[in-house]
């Protein structure tokens, strides 16, 4: 090869002309000849620095914005919740018997009466029994509590509640921090959190600690004084009846699996689908499953002031198309975003295998778009994932193209009442399966 | 609140340092990635990246090898993917690409300086080509089409337009004409 045919070949590659076999020829020369090489490089900057040049590119300080935009947004809603836990506490003096808060989800949730709980029935202070499913209540001060059956708890006011038997999950708001989970053996005080509680027949209560903290004493004295222990995100005590030790116990979030989504929207996932309990460092690029499809909540209820594009907002089967006929949401709407991940990583014996992955979750309230693509995903990112989580990046879902009949393809499936999606990931060792899921807010 | 205003300060830094070492970065990502579009892309990502990764940036340090560090990793992965459909350079060209890119860094900087005044010199009908051609989202496919004109026409003519900026380059930095012709 001369020289002329370098210069050739770099011209076809600038120009995007090269076809496969002198794109070989280009790589084998520029492996071989450190010379052609810097020529290449020069070729490369004098093409780049021309499209830099002439291309009118957004300053990558409003492209930065966004992140500014999380803090700018978190210092308002910091000031709303503020106000609204001052009206409320001023509300709560006038009206001796009230509302509390509401049913806010059912699954399956009955009373022992055998009458089914319905969304938006009031929560008033009282007893709660459920026998068997889930029930949601969102309280007025933003203190969301799901029961898990069969329980049985005892609401006193907004910011209190005793768990006589079963299984809660709370999340507390910076509004209701101070929320209190009694217990038969163990006081519990939110501090800005989430977490679960359950109580066995026997009195015995295990804490699990999602995410924050929380200040856990036993109910029963030790002398004088009582014993407190703080509990952090990642980290589990359990306590007993006749002892006023706080034991450190495994952080295990399994028993919390079913009530735990619900206090973030999501009904029910079944087949190979997880929702996953943020613990210590979580973020989607640090958590490997080989055999799950995993949930991660990211922003709640968020009002993005940009357009976002999406892959699909329309019921059925989802399938490849050109940026630009990407459907757009509207700026402004609130929505609650969701991560969808399977990573397939190389194991065992046989590290090629390609196994199908299968699951269906199901939402609360309908899906508004579905994001697949990466660099929609990228996009999304911006503004819905969660901030500082390092994402991982080069993902993709891969649909079969129309009359393709090939093995081996995702399928993604919204159903017509836009609450589920149903998911096929085809595992690709190595490779990262992810999808976005905007959710209307509540 | 100071814990605000420290993350805005370090968002200020950041954006500060980036916005100097896009245009090297853009160009050390489009060595590897080969095609304009695939570049914007991978270097949006690495820019993020670099964005959520900028608290293991140790201040003082070379910001420009650490982009590129970022930005190599976001082009391999978008290469492995790539693969999977067409012929795309291998894992042992981008070392070498992103090894010699280090070293020629600033020389590569000398060059971007000196294009400016090249650009200036064209003459009016190349100067509309290459702005057209160049322009952001255009590829020269459509912007032949637009102009009711064949690809291989200006394919052709931008070949000779960037030789002809090459050439000024090197008469800019008083370098010796290349070998090659």
């Known amino acids: 090869m001369n020289d002329r045919d370098l210069k050739d070949l770099i011209d076809q590659s600038l120009n995007e002309t090269i076809g496969e076999d002198d794109l070989r020829a280009l790589e084998q020369r520029l492996i071989e000849d450190p010379v052609s090489r810097l020529y290449y490089l020069k070729s490369i900057n004098l093409h780049a620095s021309l499209r830099h040049r002439f291309s009118v590119k957004p300053n990558p300080g409003n492209v930065l914005s966004f992140i500014n935009h999380f803090f700018t947004i978190r210092r308002v809603l910091l000031a709303v919740a503020a106000s609204l836990v001052l009206f409320f506490g001023i509300f709560s003096l006038w009206i001796p018997s009230r509302s509390v808060g509401e049913v806010a989800q059912v699954v399956g949730a009955y009373r022992d009466n055998g009458v089914a709980y319905e969304i938006g029935e009031a929560v008033e202070p009282g007893s709660i029994f459920i026998s068997r499913g889930l029930l949601r209540l969102d309280f007025s001060n933003g203190a969301r509590v799901t029961l898990e059956g069969p329980a049985e708890l005892e609401v006193f006011n907004e910011s209190r509640i005793v768990l006589r038997r079963g299984l809660v999950t709370a999340t507390i708001p910076e509004s209701a921090v101070g929320f209190v989970v009694d217990t038969i053996s163990a006081h519990v005080v939110d501090l800005g959190t989430s977490f679960g509680v359950s109580v066995r027949e026997n009195g015995q209560t295990k804490v699990c600690v999602f995410d924050g903290e929380v200040e856990v004493s036993s109910s029963k004295t030790s002398g004088v004084s009582k014993l407190t222990q703080l509990v952090r995100e990642g980290e589990a005590v359990r306590t007993k009846v006749d002892s006023s030790v706080i034991d450190s116990v495994s952080y295990e979030t399994a028993q919390f699996e079913n009530a735990w989504p619900v206090n973030y929207g999501v009904l029910q996932t079944t087949g190979s689908m997880r929702f996953v309990s943020p613990g210590p460092n979580f973020h989607p690029g640090n958590y490997e499953d080989n055999e799950h499809i995993v949930v991660f909540p990211e922003k709640r209820d968020f009002k993005a002031s940009e357009s976002i594009r999406v892959d699909m907002i329309d019921p059925g089967e989802y399938e490849k198309s050109h940026y630009d006929e990407k459907p757009t949401l509207v700026p402004n709407r609130a929505m609650t975003s969701y991560l969808l991940q399977l990573d397939a990583y190389p194991e065992g014996k046989n590290p090629n295998r390609r196994r199908s992955v299968r699951g269906q979750i199901t939402f609360a309230n309908p899906i508004v778009g579905v994001v697949t693509e990466d660099r929609l995903l990228n996009q999304s990112e911006v503004v819905f994932g969660i901030p500082g989580a390092d994402y991982p990046s080069a993902r993709t879902i891969e649909p079969r193209p129309e009359g393709d009949q090939r093995p081996g393809f995702d399928k993604l499936i919204l159903t017509a009442d836009r609450h589920s999606l149903i998911l096929e990931l085809r595992e690709n060792p190595g490779h990262l399966d992810q999808v976005r899921v905007l959710v209307e807010a509540d | ?181």
């Open chain 2, 1 to 181: 609140m100071p814990v605000e205003n420290s993350t805005s300060d370090r968002h200020e830094d950041f954006v500060a340092l980036y916005v100097r070492h896009e245009p090297a970065v853009f160009s050390f990502v489009l060595g590897m990635v080969g095609r304009t579009a695939d570049a914007e892309d991978v270097t949006q990502r690495a820019s993020m990246t670099m964005w959520r990764c900028f608290d293991q940036y140790e201040t003082g340090t070379n910001f420009r090898n650490w982009a590129f560090q970022i930005a190599k990793n976001e082009a391999l992965n978008h290469l492995t993917k790539a693969r999977r459909d067409r012929h795309v350079f291998g894992e042992k060209l981008i070392e070498l690409l992103a090894k010699d890119y280090g070293e020629e860094a600033e020389k590569l900087d000398a060059r971007r300086r000196a294009l400016d005044s090249c650009v200036k010199k064209l003459p009016e009908d190349e100067h509309e080509i290459v702005s057209g051609c160049y322009a952001e989202g255009v590829t020269i496919r459509s912007y032949a089409k637009q102009k009711g004109d064949s690809a291989n026409k200006f394919y052709k003519r931008l070949n000779r337009i960037r030789a002809k900026l090459h050439h000024c380059i090197e008469r800019q930095l008083g370098l010796e004409e290349q070998v090659i012709r």
